[in-house]
C-alpha cells in the first residue's frame, strides 16, 4: 500500500514563511506527477502548484509569485516553499502524487492523496 504524509504545517504571522514536505512510502514503482492543493474554510479544494517527471512546476492562481514548488526524485518527496504569507492563506494543504505500482497483470497508475496539514497565517 502507498502512504502520502504532509508535514511542516503549523500557525504563523503574516509576512513570515513556511516549508512544507510530503514524503511517498510503500510499493511505488514510479512516480510521474506531484502536487500541492489546498481548501479554505467555506472554500472548495483547489490546486496550487504541481511539478512533473520532468521537474517542470505549474502553478495554480492561488500559488502564483510567492509559492515554490520542488521534489527529491530519490526520496520520493515533494516540497512546497511558501513566503511572504497573509491570513487567506490559511488552509488545510494537502499532498497529491500519480504513482505507478507493480501488479500481476502489469504496471498501473493511480492518484494518491495525504491527509493533509494546516497552515494557520494570523494577522
Known amino acids: 500500500q502507498v502512504q502520502l504524509v504532509e508535514s511542516g504545517g503549523g500557525l504563523v504571522q503574516a509576512g513570515d514563511s513556511l516549508t512544507l514536505s510530503c514524503a511517498a512510502s510503500?510499493?511505488?514503482?514510479?512516480?510521474?506527477?506531484m502536487g500541492w492543493y489546498r481548501q479554505g474554510p467555506g472554500n472548495q479544494r483547489e490546486v496550487v502548484a504541481n511539478?512533473?517527471?520532468?521537474?517542470?512546476?505549474t502553478y495554480g492562481y492561488s500559488g502564483q509569485g510567492r509559492y515554490t514548488i520542488s521534489k527529491a526524485s530519490a526520496k520520493n518527496s515533494v516540497y512546497l516553499q511558501m513566503n511572504n504569507l497573509n491570513p487567506e492563506d490559511t488552509a488545510v494543504y494537502y499532498c497529491?502524487?500519480?504513482?505507478?505500482?507493480?501488479?500481476?497483470?502489469?504496471?498501473?497508475?493511480?492518484?494518491?492523496w495525504g491527509k493533509g496539514t494546516q497552515v494557520t497565517v494570523s494577522s
Open positions: 497529491n502524487m500519480y504513482i505507478y505500482q507493480e501488479f500481476k497483470s502489469g504496471p498501473a497508475g493511480m492518484t494518491f
Open positions: 511539478i512533473g517527471y520532468d521537474g517542470v512546476p
Open positions: 510503500g510499493d511505488i514503482t514510479t512516480i510521474t506527477g
